[in-house]
């Protein structure tokens, strides 16, 4: 023994959880979500994080648990989707590049990025959005045209779960993470650091 006397790194420093900026209410969008994180062990080892997000403006709660794994460290998250369960959450910090190689679509973090918490469905909407607002403004002469039509045609099969898929999700700072409910699915590669 004769380590007892010795600080253990607490659960929060462990994780090394991400600062969190402002998150506008997904249901008013007016008000600023408060949230509350805690890091549990539980009584079999695993560490889970209990997300309490309430806004400050209406009556949005939401309780969200996510087990820990390799959670927030620099690297690269990448989700096998190839049963139709578009529930797996996705964490996105301002650093974190989402790609779908499938459909060759990426999304990079804007100017003003914020901490983005969607799950695998949201993802795809935004990307199917972008992709229309693309073709609404590109001409049928357009080189790009098909291109844009046939990404489209992927990213909607993906929605409806009739093609198998991946979601890479890359941040080279940390603080980005993939919380799935089916362990086999998810793979993360951490980022060595250079001698
Ligand atoms: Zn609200």
Same mark, same amino acid.
């Given at each position: 023994?004769?380590?007892?006397?010795?600080?253990?790194?607490?659960?929060?420093?462990?994780?090394? %959880?991400?600062?969190?900026?402002?998150?506008?209410?997904?249901?008013?969008?007016?008000?600023?979500?408060?949230?509350?994180?805690?890091?549990?062990?539980?009584?079999?080892?695993?560490?889970?994080?209990?997300?309490?997000?309430?806004?400050?403006?209406?009556?949005? $709660? $939401?309780?969200?648990?996510?087990? %820990?794994?390799?959670?927030?460290?620099?690297?690269?998250?990448? %989700?096998? =989707?190839?049963?139709?369960?578009?529930?797996?959450?996705?964490?996105?910090?301002?650093?974190?590049?989402?790609?779908?190689?499938?459909?060759?679509?990426?999304?990079?973090?804007?100017?003003?990025?914020?901490?983005? =918490?969607?799950?695998?469905?949201?993802?795809?909407?935004?990307?199917?959005?972008?992709?229309?607002?693309?073709? +609404?403004?590109?001409?049928?002469?357009?080189?790009?045209?098909?291109?844009?039509?046939?990404?489209?045609?992927?990213? %909607?099969?993906?929605?409806?779960?009739?093609?198998?898929?991946?979601?890479?999700?890359?941040? +080279?700072?940390?603080?980005?993470?993939?919380?799935?409910?089916?362990?086999?699915?998810?793979?993360?590669?951490?980022?060595?650091?250079?001698?």
């Amino acid at each position: 023994m004769g380590k007892d006397w010795e600080t253990k790194p607490s659960l929060e420093e462990k994780y090394s %959880l991400p600062e969190i900026q402002d998150i506008p209410c997904p249901s008013c969008t007016k008000g600023i979500l408060q949230i509350s994180r805690n890091v549990h062990t539980l009584p079999d080892g695993e560490d889970i994080l209990i997300l309490l997000m309430e806004c400050n403006a209406c009556s949005f $709660r $939401r309780n969200d648990i996510i087990p %820990l794994r390799s959670a927030f460290a620099p690297g690269t998250y990448s %989700l096998t =989707i190839n049963d139709g369960d578009l529930t797996s959450k996705i964490f996105r910090s301002p650093t974190g590049v989402i790609e779908l190689p499938e459909a060759d679509f990426e999304i990079e973090p804007g100017a003003s990025a914020e901490y983005w =918490i969607t799950n695998v469905e949201g993802i795809l909407k935004r990307m199917i959005q972008f992709t229309n607002v693309m073709l +609404t403004h590109a001409s049928k002469d357009d080189a790009n045209y098909q291109k844009i039509e046939s990404t489209l045609e992927i990213l %909607l099969n993906c929605l409806q779960g009739t093609s198998p898929f991946h979601l890479i999700l890359r941040d +080279t700072i940390g603080g980005s993470y993939i919380a799935s409910t089916k362990t086999d699915n998810l793979q993360f590669e951490p980022i060595k650091n250079k001698e």
